[in-house]
């Protein structure tokens, strides 16, 4: 499973590829208001710096919501690096818009989706990623996990070579039911990653080795 950052941070996103672990990072428009990055230049800047830190791929939200700014805004942001993925609402704009980008091959990824029937068209429209947003299904008392489900078998059943990219990941046991589950990337907070290292059976385990090596 691959996994990805979920923020705008060029710290958080360095030290998570300082671990060796990161294969992308995805953002959208709260986590860039949360970076306070401000204006085109800026946000256009911001995703550069972004791509020059990692070697997989970086989601870029497009804010149109309808198709001919989508696809103006997508296909600037497409050209600003090779490793851009255009992010692009569940909307009925944003699924036209991904057939488009698809066939002109342009890499997406089609956020906040919360049911198994958009995930169903956004892999009939052609997009590179889907986002099922797990955390924010589990806060209104909804199984986020079992959307993932949905989908593996969904996608198995018919093929198709669009990535479950697993988002609103919130802790370490929503990354272990993923990849048992066999979504095809986590997008995570660096906090979740790290927390994959910790066991206290690891630490007093090491405590012990490197007290009895002084012996
Ligand atoms: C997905 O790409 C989104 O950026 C993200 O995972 C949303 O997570 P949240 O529910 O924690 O805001």
Known sequence: MKFFIDTANLEQIKEAQDMGV??????????????????????????????????????????????????????????????????????????????????????????LVFSAGQDLLAAKEGATYVSPFIGRLDDVSTDGLSLIEDIRIIYDNYGYETQILAASVRHPMHIIDCAKIGADVATCPLSAITALLKHPLTDSGLATFLADAKK
Request: hydrophobic share 40%.
């Open 22 to 111: 990161l294969d992308g990072v995805t953002t959208n428009p709260s986590l860039m208001a949360k970076e306070g990055i401000k204006g085109q230049d800026n946000i256009l800047k911001h995703y550069v710096d972004i791509c020059n830190i990692v070697t997989g791929d970086v989601s870029a939200e497009v804010i149109s919501t309808d198709f001919d700014g989508i696809i103006r805004e997508g296909e600037a942001l497409a050209e600003l690096h090779p490793q851009i993925v255009v992010k692009v609402p569940m909307i009925k704009d944003g699924i036209k818009a991904i057939k488009y980008f698809s066939e002109k091959g342009i890499k997406t990824n089609c956020t």
